[in-house]
């Protein structure tokens, strides 16, 4: 499961920001890159979606490392 923090947010598509992955689908930390959450493929559908959110503190993400 990736893991990311929200990043740029538009008043339009206020439920499908940009968010910057910060933990990959190997559960690998990251840095980056920025995805569009209001991207979709050719039928579609979204790549991704948000599933839920997450306490950092439960993770140990330092949210001072990414807002610098």
């Avoid at 990251?30 to 995805?35: H, K, L, N, S, T």
């Avoid at 599933?51 to 503190?57: E, R, Y």
């Amino acid at each position: 499961m990736e893991k990311s923090l929200r990043f740029l947010c538009k008043e339009i598509s206020n439920n499908r920001p940009r968010v910057l992955l910060i933990v990959d689908n190997t559960g690998e930390r990251v840095q980056g890159p920025v995805v569009d959450l209001t991207e979709k493929d050719e039928t579609g559908k979204y790549y991704r979606s948000i599933v839920k959110t997450l306490d950092p503190n439960k993770y140990n993400i330092n949210l001072a490392e990414y807002l610098l």
